[in-house]
């Protein structure tokens, strides 16, 4: 079939791509139908047997498939512009581009754009453009849609001169091309110049990259084939902790190749203890998962599938067959063979398609045709789809015409909603082997997952939680155990390993530093003090900035007291001018010839002083985003633990909306806003953070000037409002604040 229909070389090309992947340790996962494939599973492009797994070839390709096939790849997200800059080495720069996607003028934009074009001033359009609500999820909001559901935009509208014409205009052009961006995945690769298919431009962010001026559609119109290159986070996880397993452990894990039967794997699971696991953390999932207690890839495949809107309502009947045997029925006996892995409820829209075609007798055609009629919920071929399938189980299966009407009643709610399998079993793998990782190689996964999430504070926050739950000490950065990323160290404490902030994490600090420090302890052994580091690393940006970083940091403890190393700073950086780089040369040298001499640099030095705990948190927090040594709350802990209500509990309970309660916690986040009607009057949002978690806060105007100089980050406060729910997400209406006086 692949021959006959011409896709050999795109076949062959996928696989060079992914040979090279492999070769140069870039993890990579193919999703999507193509997972079907027996060809690309014994050519090395997928790793999912579709024999094992049940996954149809024919959705993928067919005689009777008009269109061509997609094969998507996903690459870790750090490397996958490696795989475009390959592709354009081994196939030529000139027949090789990103292909371009055109931004266009939605309801909101074309107001703003319009309003500017015709000179009205900024806050005509902004106000206009705030009176038109977002749209839901897969349905974009128009302008005329808006003006029929926003009261208050209709009015403007109808009586505002230049309101109307601006809102006249910008029907006109909404919906019309804007800019052109960089496709997120997308790929073409040519057999002659690309020239000869598009036409081409430079990106406009300037980054020298070609993208052709058609976008995904037309490239295929006009006779290219489109790869899919896209980036994904847990690929980095996955193969960061392989390293660090390598080194230490010398262990090679081949993920390629790994049995999907670990025990310790699937008890983890089964304890709910899912947090930066890939598919399958969050609340709902693992709540879920503990009462499901997997025990094959089928089970955490089938979970993949069913959390989605729509199969949801299909968990419950999941776990409770899975644990209940004896409750599994089927309509038919014909059906058993299709839903025998998943107890007899509907999971895969796959389950779907081979009912339509190995009961109701469709052609692989015919079942493409209804895989999109059902996909995309048309009344009016779901109305023939519907009159087909019941005269096709009558004709072909032998059915009686109220069992066929029953299955189709069954399946009909269905439909719309099934998750293709292929793209579950794919996820589904990647999902067990962050599960694999973390159950067996703790300290590891974790070190990984922290070091993917360099610069997002909030994930950082919970991933260092999860650690100390797993018993996991996060240690501040040093200069003398430290790398780039975060590290484990084995055995820290007894018999518990330590996860090691990465010193590439330090904020005001710079990537090249921290290569220098690592290269020269790696050359010449670990630093006996900062005056010994200052004589052997060479770097200009070894600043005051970066020394202030460091020391505020934690990453130069073992020379002494973060405040006793600022307060001699100055000397420091005095004595850092006055030696050469040749001196440096010299002095490193004669301490490898003669061993390290600790030589009194500094004749006077700041009387030393120690820290208190409170002014490390705040260094902590502000260089690396985060509490380490403590948390300003501790030593409100024991009041804490004592009061009834806490942010976990209000997040996790179904409480009342506009019930009061008072939460003790800590301020971060802080934003002052004028209200979208009068700019004179202020709103404050702010984030509270407890040892549970945290919530969004807001102080209306009302409360503005009473409350404004109670609320500032790091000040510990209890507060008093009412708990709101908007769009199944809460927040607290702030009303009265009371500061701690210790403050941190």
């Not at 512009?81 to 909101?108: H, L, N, P, S, W």
């Not at 909306?657 to 209200?675: F, N, P, V």
């Not at 510990?716 to 997400?729: D, F, M, N, P, T």
């Amino acid at each position: 079939v692949i021959k006959n229909k011409g896709y050999s070389p795109y076949f062959l090309i996928v696989a060079d791509l992914l040979k090279y992947a492999k070769e140069h340790e870039i993890l990579s996962n193919i999703r999507g139908s193509v997972c079907g494939s027996m060809v690309t599973y014994l050519s090395g492009i997928t790793h999912i047997n579709p024999i094992e797994y049940q996954i149809p070839f024919e959705r993928f390709l067919n005689p009777e498939r008009p269109s061509a096939p997609d094969i998507d790849m996903d690459y870790a997200d750090d490397r996958r512009a490696e795989m475009v800059d390959y592709a354009r080495q081994k196939y030529g720069k000139d027949k090789v581009a990103q292909i371009g996607t055109f931004g266009t003028m939605a309801a909101k934009g074309s107001v703003k754009d319009v309003a500017r074009a015709l000179g009205y001033p900024y806050e005509l359009g902004d106000r206009i453009s705030k009176l038109i609500p977002l749209g839901s999820q897969g349905f974009l909001m128009t302008i005329k849609h808006a003006l029929e559901i926003t009261d208050e935009l209709r009015e403007l509208y109808e009586k505002n001169a230049d309101v109307k014409i601006v809102i006249d205009m910008a029907q006109k052009v909404e919906g019309c091309a804007r800019h052109i961006s960089v496709h997120a995945a997308g790929v073409v690769i040519s057999p002659t110049e690309l020239t000869d298919f598009t036409p081409l431009q430079y990106d406009t962010k300037g980054e020298n990259k070609i993208i052709s001026q058609y976008d995904m559609y037309s490239v295929e119109e006009a006779g290219l084939l489109k790869f899919d290159f896209l980036g994904l986070k847990n690929l980095k996880i996955i193969a960061e902790c392989k390293q660090l397993i390598r080194r230490l452990h010398n262990q090679e894990i081949d993920i390629d190749n790994m049995a999907v039967d670990d025990e310790k794997t699937f008890q983890m699971l089964a304890r709910g203890e899912t947090v930066d696991l890939f598919q399958l953390n969050g609340e709902g999932m693992t709540k879920y998962l503990v009462d499901l207690k997997p025990t094959t890839i089928h089970d955490i495949n089938a979970m993949v599938a069913l959390y989605r809107p729509g199969p949801i309502q299909f968990i419950p009947l999941y776990i409770e067959r899975k644990h209940n045997p004896s409750l599994i029925t089927y309509m038919d006996p014909m059906l058993e063979d299709i839903l025998e892995k998943t107890y007899g409820v509907l999971v895969y829209q796959d389950d779907l398609l081979m009912m339509a075609h190995k009961i109701a007798g469709y052609s692989w055609g015919e079942v493409d045709k209804f895989r999109k009629a059902v996909g995309k919920k048309i009344p009016e071929e779901m109305a023939k789809q519907k009159e087909k399938f019941i005269d096709g189980c009558v004709s072909h299966g032998g059915w009686s015409h109220k069992k066929a009407t029953d299955v189709w009643k069954w399946i009909e709610p269905f439909a719309a909603y099934g998750f293709n399998k292929s793209h579950s079993v794919s996820y589904g793998r990647v999902a067990y082997i962050t599960a694999y990782l973390k159950a067996n190689y703790p300290a590891e996964y974790m070190a990984s997952v922290l070091t993917s999430e360099s610069g997002d504070v909030d994930s950082i926050s919970v991933s260092v939680k999860e650690c100390n739950r797993m018993n996991i000490e996060v240690l501040a950065p040093n200069v003398n155990s430290s790398f780039g990323n975060f590290t484990v160290l084995k055995g820290y404490n007894e018999d518990r390993d330590a996860i090691s902030f990465g010193l590439y994490s330090i904020k005001n600090f710079g990537e090249g530093i921290g290569n220098s420090i690592i290269q020269e302890r790696k050359d010449h052994g670990i630093f006996t003090s900062i005056e010994n580091l200052l004589e052997r690393i060479i770097d200009k940006n070894l600043n005051k900035k970066s020394l202030e970083a460091l020391i505020k940091s934690g990453a130069m403890d073992d020379f002494g007291d973060r405040i006793d190393l600022l307060g001699n700073l100055d000397r420091y950086l005095d004595y850092n001018k006055t030696t050469t780089k040749q001196d440096k040369l010299q002095g490193n040298m004669m301490d490898m010839l003669f061993g390290q001499v600790e030589v009194e640099i500094l004749k006077e030095k700041v009387e030393q002083r120690k820290d208190s705990l409170p002014q490390r948190l705040l260094w902590e927090k502000e260089l690396l985003g985060i509490y380490l040594s403590g948390h300003p709350l501790d030593k409100y802990k024991e009041a804490w633990e004592k009061r009834p209500v806490n942010i976990a509990k209000i997040l996790e309970v179904a409480v009342v909306d506009q019930g009061y309660s008072d939460i003790l916690g800590i301020i971060e986040g802080t934003k002052e806003i004028a209200t979208k009607k009068d700019a004179t009057k202020k709103l404050i949002f702010f984030k509270l953070k407890d040892l549970s978690g945290e919530i969004e806060c807001v102080v209306f105007p009302k409360q503005f000037e009473e409350l404004k100089n109670k609320v500032s980050d790091e000040f510990v406060v209890l507060i008093k409002g009412k708990i709101s729910i908007r769009e199944e997400k809460k927040s607290i209406i702030v009303e009265s604040i009371k500061v701690s006086k210790s403050g941190v």
